[in-house]
Structure formats: structure tokens, C-alpha cells
């Protein structure tokens, strides 16, 4: 079963702009994660953040988590139109990953 | 370094015809295998997963099966495909018993289902 919900399904922006992408789940949790997927391909790791852990950075990259909403976001700052792609949650629990159903961000150039 | 491989990368099949996808993995030895199913525009569902040669988890009831001849290899099959068989097919893996946390994708398999 789909444990994540990611918000928004679809985001449109100009390159230079921001991309926030919201998660929210229903269990408890050991970690989550953000997956990226360009179209038509496998999906790559972006991001851990654990449990304990309310925020983290990465480049242009930064999640937020919160347990007691059971959400996380994704912020992408300064876009590119190599950003575009499908962008997945995913919590980790008993050695199982549960997938959201993703946010497809479009940067137009 | 580790990779992945799946094949064949697109798929197009009758209704009622068998299936065989195919993911190995280099670069690593007793690797976590897992099967993931991806319908278009949506998340992706675990299929099966692998902690070993000869040992396979199934996660929903469906017409596929997975099989892991070697410890690298690792198979989905199905004897008859149905159109809802359509999708893209994901292999991935992770080590570690419990795993670790971020799995390793492969490139997907399309399979389209006539």
C-alpha cells in the first residue's frame, strides 16, 4: 500500500524560481527519503532524513521533517530546467521502502 | 563501483504469452534484490524482495513471480501475461541484514501488454 501522499501531483515554474513539494505519511517511521525520476528512467537517491533529524541540506537541496504532521518537504532553490523530472518520497520502515505518488516538476528555461 | 542492469529495456507482448525480466547486479556480493512495479503516473509498488539465493517475499497476490538463481541475479517471470500486467518494472537493491536504508535503482524495463 502507497503510504506517502506527495502535494502538489504537478508544479510549473521559470527557471531561478523555487520548487517546494510536500509529503505526508501515516505510520511511524525509521527515516524518509526523496527519490528522483527523470522520464522513462530508474529512480536516484537524493536524501535521508532521519526520524531524530528535522532538517537537512544538501546543495540546492533542503528537507524538513516533521513527525508530529508526519510531513516532509522538499525545497529545491534557484531551479533548472535539468530539475525537471518526477520527484518521489519514500519512508523507510522495517527494511521496506512505501513510495509516494510522486510530484512531477516541470522548469521551463 | 556498483551497478545495475535490467533487460530488455522495452517490452512488448501478447495477452496469454509468458514473461521473463532479468536484473543483475555487479559490484556487490549478498545484495537485497527487490521487484517494483511503476503504472503510468504513479508511485511504485514492491513487488517481491530477496534477502538471499532461493528466497523470494511476495508483497500483493498477482500473476508474476520472482525466482534468484544466483546471488546476483535476480528474475521476474509470469506464465501468462494480462493486460494489467502493463507497467514499468523496476529491479533495485541494498545490503545489510536489516537492510540499509537507501536502495539503488536500475534503469526499468517498459513492458507493454496487447
Known amino acids: 500500500s502507497q503510504q506517502g501522499e506527495e502535494d502538489p501531483q504537478a508544479l510549473s515554474i521559470q527557471e531561478g524560481e523555487n520548487a517546494t513539494m510536500n509529503c505526508s505519511y501515516k505510520?511511524?517511521?525509521?527515516?524518509l527519503q526523496w527519490y528522483r525520476q527523470n522520464s522513462g528512467r530508474g529512480l536516484v537517491h537524493l536524501i535521508l532524513?532521519?526520524?531524530?533529524?528535522r532538517e537537512k541540506h544538501s546543495g540546492r537541496l533542503r528537507v524538513t521533517l516533521d513527525t508530529s504532521k508526519k510531513s516532509s518537504s522538499l525545497l529545491i532553490t534557484a531551479s533548472r530546467a535539468a530539475d525537471t523530472a518526477s520527484y518521489f518520497c519514500?519512508?523507510?520502515?522495517?527494511?521496506?521502502?512505501?513510495f509516494g505518488q510522486g510530484t512531477e516538476l516541470s522548469v521551463k528555461p | 563501483s556498483q551497478t545495475i542492469h535490467q533487460w530488455p529495456a522495452t517490452l512488448v507482448q501478447p495477452v496469454g504469452s509468458p514473461l521473463s525480466l532479468e536484473c543483475t547486479v555487479e559490484?556487490?556480493?549478498?545484495?537485497?534484490l527487490y521487484w517494483y512495479r511503476q503504472a503510468a503516473g504513479r508511485g511504485l509498488q514492491l513487488l517481491f524482495y530477496?534477502?538471499?539465493?532461493?528466497?523470494i517475499s511476495s508483497e500483493v497476490p498477482q500473476n508474476l513471480s520472482a525466482s534468484r538463481p544466483q546471488d546476483r541475479q535476480f528474475i521476474l517471470s509470469s506464465k501468462k501475461l494480462l493486460l494489467s500486467d502493463s507497467g514499468f518494472y523496476l529491479c533495485?537493491?541494498?545490503?545489510?541484514?536489516?537492510?540499509?536504508?537507501?536502495?539503488?535503482f536500475g534503469p526499468g524495463t517498459r513492458l507493454l501488454v496487447l
Open positions: 559490484g556487490t556480493s549478498n545484495p537485497n
Open positions: 533495485a537493491w541494498d545490503v545489510g541484514d536489516p537492510p540499509q536504508e537507501t536502495q539503488y
Open positions: 532524513i532521519r526520524s531524530n533529524e
Open positions: 530477496s534477502v538471499g539465493i532461493g528466497q
Open positions: 519514500a519512508t523507510h520502515r522495517w527494511g521496506k521502502l512505501i
Open positions: 505510520t511511524s517511521i525509521n527515516n
